[in-house]
């Protein structure tokens, strides 16, 4: 083969590669833009799908909120029912906020100004179950339950003399400890209490009554009222005492509407400072045993009157309302004794003995 035979063979090798590879670049390209395009057509399918389903979800939203409709009618008719309820079909003690138009500033400054005037009218005002140390308050109060402090301070006289410390009462004999509580009433319950809170007290506290609300209410027959009772009085830290003359008063008085006694010490002790907590249980319950009685309080003898809605609720007359007093003529030996102006104004109207409520 001559020279220039061999350049031209080389030459058109050269030509068919590159046509080779042109051809094979346009595949590729073809391919991958087959591909991109097929991409593409997925991808627009997709958001076309992605749209219907879009569409169709808006469409059941719109659907659902049509549908949800009637349920925003349910609840439009719920106030309906509830004002039913305030207009008087359900009964009075349902109502929870104090009724009236009075502040809270105008409660607060009022409800203080009560426990002032019953500070000047008590100033004596104590727990009046008798006791020694808080070990004598915890079961003398437990015992108090559904009986009056005059029955409990006649029968712990026995008991303790008998039982001084947590550590007698733990292992004492059930029967013997229920002849000393029998005048207490419910003496069999109380022997159960008394005696298991004895037992608390010696494995889980040494023997001695603890001084915090978290401890006491743990033991046996030891509810909230019991423990603010023996923290206020055994330790000096201010408690609410909500009794059944407290619930009764402050209710009479409107400074709350509340029932559950947890929730009556909550809005109570909203209205006062903390430190004024233990005194101002003192100053209802005495109010509520000498003057403001359940069935028949004695408004036309009342100090507080004034100040008091109820006022009216019970007796009005000032001569009839001061036979309904319950004081002590001549007070407790050795304390000071500042009773209602309309008993001084009696004359010295002998009144019935304390004990009873
Ligand atoms: S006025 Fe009547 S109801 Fe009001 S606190 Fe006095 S005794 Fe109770």
Redesign the pocket.
């Known amino acids: 083969m001559t020279r220039a035979a061999s350049a031209k063979k080389a030459a058109s090798a050269k030509k068919a590669a590159s046509t080779r590879q042109t051809a094979s670049a346009k595949e590729t390209a073809s391919v991958k833009g087959t591909a991109s395009a097929k991409k593409a057509a997925s991808a627009k399918k997709a958001a076309s799908k992605t749209s219907a389903a879009q569409k169709a979800s808006k469409k059941a939203s719109k659907g659902a909120a049509v549908k949800k409709a009637p349920a925003a009618k349910k609840v439009a008719v719920a106030p309906k029912k509830a004002t039913a309820r305030l207009k008087g079909t359900a009964p009075a003690k349902a109502v929870v906020h104090p009724p009236g138009d009075e502040s809270p500033t105008a409660l607060v400054r009022r409800a203080r100004r009560i426990n002032r005037e019953l500070a000047e009218v008590f100033p004596y005002a104590h727990p009046e179950l008798d006791f020694e140390n808080p070990f004598q308050l915890v079961v003398a109060t437990v015992l108090s339950a559904q009986t009056t402090d005059l029955r409990v301070n006649q029968t712990t006289p026995a008991l303790f003399a008998t039982y001084p410390t947590p550590e007698d009462l733990a292992a004492a004999n059930p029967e013997e400890v229920e002849e000393i509580l029998r005048p207490c009433g419910f003496f069999r319950a109380k022997t159960k209490s008394v005696i298991g809170l004895s037992k608390a007290l010696v494995e889980d506290f040494g023997g001695e009554v603890p001084g915090r609300l978290e401890d006491l209410v743990k033991l046996p027959g030891v509810g909230r009222k019991t423990a603010f009772v023996v923290l206020g009085n055994a330790f000096g830290r201010p408690g609410i005492t909500v009794d059944t003359h407290f619930q009764r008063?402050v209710r009479?008085?409107r400074w709350t509407g509340e029932t559950d006694p947890d929730k009556i010490e909550a809005a109570i002790g909203a209205l006062f400072p903390k430190s004024d907590w233990t005194d101002l249980s003192h100053h209802v319950i005495w109010?509520g045993r000498r003057?403001?009685h359940a069935r028949k309080?004695?408004?036309g003898a009342?100090p507080?009157?004034p100040l008091?809605p109820?006022?009216g609720?019970?007796e009005t007359d000032p001569e009839k309302a001061k036979k309904l007093l319950k004081y002590e003529k001549g007070g407790f030996p050795g304390q000071r004794l500042k009773p209602p102006q309309a008993y001084l104004d009696a004359g010295g109207t002998p009144a019935p003995p304390l004990g009873a409520g």
Do not use: F, T
Request: glycine residues 6%; proline residues 6%.
């Open positions: 008063l009479r008085w109010h003057i403001c309080p004695a408004c009342c507080i009157a008091c109820a006022y609720e019970g």
